[in-house]
C-alpha cells in the first residue's frame, strides 16, 4: 500500500486566495483524520470522518475552514479566504478504527502533511 | 477539557544512555495510549502503543500508570537515530461513552549526543 497520499506538499498562496488541500486515505481505512501542527499549539485535530460522514469538526477554527470526504478514497480540506496566521502543516491520517476511535489495536497512518504558508 | 501535557525540553543525552520521560493525561476515562516519534519536518509515526501491563520492544519500554495518569517511555541504549521528537497520545472517552480522535501532546525533543 502506498500509504496515505497528500498533496499538495508545499504551498504558499497570498492572503485571501482559496486554498484546497487533498488526502487519500489507506483503502479499506473507515476513519479519516485532518490535523494542524504549528510550534505554539502542537498537533490539533480539526475534524473527522466515519466511512465518509463527519463526525466531529469542533476542531474546525472556523467558517473559513470546509472538509468533505466524498468518497472513501478522497477527501479535501478547503480554507477560504486564507489568512497568514493559518500558515502550519496540515497532516490527513487514517486508521482501521473501531469503537472507540483510535483503540489499542491501531494507532494512525499519517501523510506527509502539506506546509503551507500564507504571506 | 483534553490535556495531554509533556516537557518539551530538549533532553541531550549521550549516545548509550538511558533516557525517560513521562507523560501525563487529564482524563481518567482514556482507554488507549500510545507513543509517536516525529522527525524534523516529517509525519508523526507509530512507535509503539502502551498497555496497561507495560510492554516492551527491543530498547525501548512504555509503561502506564492509571492511578496517577501518566505514561512513561524508556530509551535504553540509545542511539544517536533516537534524536527526535516523542509524542505521547491519547483518547477521550466522553461521559457518554462516545469516544473522539486521538490528542497529542506538543512533543519532548531528544537529542543523542555522540
Known amino acids: 500500500d502506498a500509504g496515505v497520499i497528500q498533496s499538495p506538499r508545499h504551498e504558499v498562496t497570498e492572503m485571501g486566495q482559496e486554498v484546497t488541500l487533498r488526502c487519500k486515505p489507506i483503502s479499506g481505512h473507515d476513519y479519516l483524520f485532518w490535523y494542524r501542527q504549528t510550534m505554539m499549539r502542537g498537533l490539533e485535530l480539526l475534524i473527522y470522518f466515519n466511512n465518509n460522514v463527519p463526525i466531529d469538526d469542533s476542531g474546525m477554527p472556523e467558517d473559513r475552514f470546509s472538509a468533505k470526504m466524498p468518497n472513501a478514497s478522497f477527501s479535501t480540506l478547503k480554507i477560504q479566504p486564507s489568512e497568514p496566521r493559518d500558515s502550519a502543516v496540515y497532516f490527513c491520517?487514517?486508521?482501521?478504527?473501531?469503537?472507540?476511535?483510535?483503540?489499542?489495536?491501531?494507532?494512525?497512518?499519517f501523510g506527509s502533511g502539506t506546509r503551507l504558508t500564507v504571506v | 477539557r483534553k490535556e495531554v501535557e509533556q516537557d518539551p525540553g530538549p533532553f541531550n543525552v549521550p549516545e548509550g544512555a538511558t533516557v525517560a520521560f513521562n507523560c501525563t493525561y487529564s482524563?481518567?476515562?482514556?482507554?488507549?495510549f500510545f507513543w509517536y516519534r516525529q522527525d524534523c519536518r516529517k509525519e508523526p509515526k507509530l512507535l509503539m502503543s502502551?498497555?496497561?501491563s507495560g510492554n516492551e520492544d527491543g530498547r525501548f519500554t512504555a509503561q502506564l500508570n492509571r492511578a496517577s495518569q501518566y505514561i512513561s517511555l524508556l530509551i535504553r541504549d540509545s542511539k544517536l537515530s533516537d534524536s527526535a521528537t516523542y509524542l505521547c497520545v491519547v483518547n477521550y472517552v466522553y461521559s457518554g461513552g462516545g469516544a473522539d480522535g486521538l490528542t497529542f501532546g506538543k512533543g519532548t525533543h531528544l537529542i543523542i549526543q555522540p
Open positions: 491520517a487514517s486508521s482501521l478504527g473501531e469503537t472507540p476511535v483510535g483503540s489499542t489495536a491501531y494507532g494512525y497512518t
Open positions: 482524563n481518567s476515562a482514556s482507554q488507549s
Open positions: 502502551v498497555y496497561s
